[in-house]
């Protein structure tokens, strides 16, 4: 099993609804577990961290964690196009303090 | 409020040449990091520095070298650059060594082409 999955996408939705991010990782002792946003060209952006299971909500944005499932999500309300990007799990693997990222799934918004 | 500056942002090598890429920032963060970022690979830690005066191999070191000049900068060295090279490259740092409650604040990347 690859240390932190998530699906590349691309991943459509429409202006308005919600998009569901999905991750999940190996690790089942890791702490820490964060979302970043990478637009095309840019460099990644920090927008959501969690440490707790249950969700955490930020504006729009929601991440939920599962660490019994070792499951982590993204949900993004009222999406919008400025929201087409690419979003990157990335987890603290306990074992070496490491963090280690996905791969990255693509989200396009349709207007 | 600078953050984290890369230089330059791009940059094409020929086979055997060597060159650095410079990376600062300006948060008083301790760890830094050097980073390739590949196609269908993902982002891809080379070396880290946990703080002034520490450096360490990441899991793809092999053809680069890296010196913490001091707290603020952290470069990256490639001392043959060969086409395997070609990537994205960035440069970022944390508070603490695994990012903490803060994560990491990214550099803008370099872009860089071995022919």
């Known amino acids: 099993q690859k240390e932190v999955e998530q699906n590349s996408g691309p991943l459509s939705v429409p202006e308005g609804a919600i998009a569901s991010l999905n991750c999940t990782y190996s690790?089942?002792?890791?702490?820490?577990f964060f979302w970043y946003r990478q637009y095309s060209g840019k460099s990644p952006e920090l927008i959501m961290s969690i440490y707790s299971n249950g969700d955490k909500e930020d504006g729009r944005f929601t991440a939920q964690l599962n660490k019994a499932s070792q499951y982590v999500s993204l949900l993004i309300r009222d999406s919008q196009p400025s929201d087409s990007a690419t979003y990157l799990c990335a987890v603290i693997m306990n074992r070496d303090d490491k963090i280690i990222f996905g791969k990255g799934t693509r989200l396009h918004i349709l207007p | 409020n600078a953050g984290v500056t890369q230089t330059p942002k791009f940059q094409v090598l020929k086979t055997g040449q060597s060159m650095t890429l410079q990376c600062a920032q300006d948060?008083?963060?301790?760890?830094m990091y050097w980073y390739r970022q590949d196609p269908g690979m993902g982002l891809r830690l080379i070396y880290y520095s946990a703080s002034e005066g520490t450096t360490d191999k990441g899991e793809v070191p092999n053809g680069y070298n890296v010196s913490r000049l001091n707290k603020r900068e952290f470069s990256l060295r490639l001392e043959s650059a060969a086409p395997s090279q070609t990537s994205v490259y960035f440069c970022?740092?944390?508070?603490?060594?695994?990012?903490?409650?803060?994560?990491?604040?990214f550099g803008s990347g370099t872009r860089l082409t071995v022919v």
């Open positions: 948060m008083n963060h301790n760890s």
């Open positions: 970022a740092s944390s508070e603490g060594w695994t990012g903490g409650f803060y994560g990491y604040t």
């Open positions: 690790d089942r002792v890791s702490q820490s």
